[in-house]
């Protein structure tokens, strides 16, 4: 029952985070924490894992689609992510070590609260862009969103497309695709840490039979229709999305007090 709900939900989050460039970790990350099947630990895993696939399938149908990709930025970003989520990751075990499960759960919610009122204010209201170029600037760029993939478990987020749309002056389709590019360099790096450091033996990996199908899924609905929807559209659907995943994580932070 357990991996079902799990099916379900991944495949539903991924399209969507497909789409909007969010990755699905920030709707996959506190719907898994509502359903309270597993560890914190096991959650940023599973999550990680079907974020990781998904960015694969949708960089790959994105490319054989005619997509145009400046991979200086790509290399240099997702190089700065690399670093970043090797950070993210070796921050998260140590809290983990140092705190309960229930105060590392509600530093996570509280950091995702604020990515995405400030995804959400800057997506709804045009802030001023900066036009941004050059090596170190991608670089700077990849370490914030490589860390905060990683730390929060969340594969990217909402601050993935609006950090690229505010250094880069990006339009909205434009900085999706980059955000997917730059997860699967982050969430690598996280996957490449836990092999070498804790491993992969207290997670239940028979769950990846439903976690690694649903990306793949999501990966592919997403990436069609991306392909079909306007950047008016896209804009909307990232909006939403935003809003509902807060009401979910402030609930989820609620249910830690009571």
Known sequence: MTGILYFLVIIVANTIGSISGMGGGVMIKPVLDLLARDSVAAISFYSTVAV????????????KNGMSIRFQLVLFVSLGAVIGGIGGNVLFEELLRLNNEETVQLIQIILTIVTLLFAFFYSRYEWKNFTLRGIPWYLVCGLILGFMASFLGI????????LLMLMFAMPIKE?????????????LSKLVTIAFSTGFVRYDLTMLWFVVPAAILGGLLGARASQLFPAKRITIIFQGVILCVLIINIYNASRLFW
């Open 175 to 187: 900085a999706t695709v980059y955000s997917i590019c730059t997860i699967f360099f982050s969430q």
């Open 52 to 63: 990781f696939v998904m960015s694969i399938v949708s960089t790959y149908r994105q490319l």
């Open 155 to 162: 594969g990217g987020g909402p601050i993935n497309v609006s």
